[in-house]
């Protein structure tokens, strides 16, 4: 049995779709580039993108409360900043989001779409190479998939993996071991990683991601089968180099090596 990187996600705007990667570089104290890079305020936050600091999610359009942002399939790309986003399978808006026009009628829509969930005027904020991840510590987020499938056997319905917004899925791992990684040392073929935190659920995996709708209570589900309702481990990137899909995780250091 071996264990090996079986999927690669970024998220590039906070809360909407993510775009699957083959393979990514990693620097150390850093997130995977571009992942969660902008973020749409939802009303006055306070972020100052001069001197970009962890901000609490619900200062942001999130899936924990405006659920039908999962309906909302979007593009990136990075060399341009195009951002494009359709709805039941039509481009509704796209610009740029170095263009503060583009921005602006971006921002116009989404007002239009999500005006009864607004607090104040949208704006979307760009981090600079700030994070807007839900921890200030710059990290990656490791979702393990057999943990995945214990869970759905236990609540007798499917789980898409992609509830839990990981960047990095995992395979060949027996279940919920990942949780016992924090303060040790996961390394591919050329990258270590240091496990410091596991990831509390909220109600956002509740929300199904292709159809939006509120179909399952995860959080609970967790907490009733487990005692907690944690789902997910985050890693710090402590040397640089590449990760790409198929890339087996050397474990030895844990005592935990599969071969």
């Not at 909407?16 to 973020?39: C, H, N, Q, V, W």
């Not at 990258?191 to 596991?198: D, W």
């Not at 990137?237 to 599969?258: H, I, K, N, P």
């Amino acid at each position: 049995m071996v264990a090996v990187i079986s999927g690669l996600y970024r998220y590039p705007v906070k809360g909407f779709s993510p775009e699957k990667l083959t393979a990514i570089d990693l620097l150390p104290g850093s997130t995977m580039p571009f992942d969660r890079a902008y973020a749409i305020e939802n009303g006055p936050s306070g972020f100052d993108p001069a001197a970009p600091a962890y901000f609490p999610k619900n200062r942001f359009l999130m899936l924990m409360r405006n659920e039908r942002i999962a309906r909302l399939k979007s593009s990136f790309d990075p060399v341009t900043t195009l951002w494009r986003i359709e709805l039941d399978g039509e481009a509704v808006v796209e610009g740029r989001l170095d263009s503060a026009s583009d921005r602006a009628m971006i921002e116009a829509w989404i007002k239009l779409h999500f005006e009864p969930e607004l607090r104040g005027e949208p704006k979307i904020l760009d981090g600079r190479g700030h994070s807007f991840s839900d921890v200030a510590t710059k990290v990656l987020h490791v979702v393990n998939l057999e943990s995945v499938r214990e869970l759905e056997r236990h609540v007798g319905k499917p789980v898409d993996p992609l509830r839990f917004r990981a960047n990095i899925y995992v395979d060949g791992l027996p279940a919920w071991s990942e949780l016992d990684w924090i303060g040790q040392t996961v390394s591919s073929s050329q990258v270590t990683f240091k496990a410091v935190k596991r990831t509390e659920r909220c109600a956002a995996t509740n929300v199904d991601p292709v159809t939006g709708e509120r179909d399952l209570t995860i959080p609970r589900d967790l907490m009733q089968l487990y005692g907690h309702a944690d789902c997910g481990i985050y890693l710090e990137v402590t040397s640089a180099g590449q990760v790409s899909v198929g890339d087996a995780l050397d474990l030895a250091q844990m005592g935990l090596a599969f071969g």
